[in-house]
């Protein structure tokens, strides 16, 4: 779904932690129950997207990952003060720009 609003780049990670409930109780990711003492396997998701792309790409988010159950994860909204293409040491939107995102998209529409 991220991919039709032009969303191309993003960056996942497997990683292990403890929710909101601290190992007070079992702990459930994903609709699966844990041991309050141990650690959960994670899916961590990393999207950088323009300011105006935020809303989009969070509903996105939430109705692709919502099981409705205890663990469904959250997001977390960070500001990016900058971006920098180390290859060609490009600043902000022209670092940013991948061929193919959003705009691209809307400006090569068949007519």
Do not use: W
Not at 59 to 74: F, N, Q, Y
Not at 91 to 104: I, N, P, Q, T, V
């Amino acid at each position: 779904a991220l991919d039709q609003q032009g969303i191309r780049g993003l960056t996942t990670s497997e990683v292990r932690g403890i929710g909101a409930q601290g190992g007070m109780s079992k702990e459930r990711y994903a609709g699966s129950e844990f041991g309050s003492n141990r650690l959960v396997d994670k899916a961590k998701i990393e999207i950088i997207v323009a300011r105006e792309q935020v809303e989009d790409v969070v509903d996105i988010v939430c109705t692709s990952a919502e099981t409705g159950e205890i663990g469904d994860g959250k997001i977390f909204l960070l500001p990016v003060s900058d971006v920098i293409r180390i290859r060609t040491r490009e600043k902000g939107l022209a670092a940013e720009h991948m061929a193919g995102g959003k705009k691209d998209m809307e400006t090569s529409k068949p007519e």
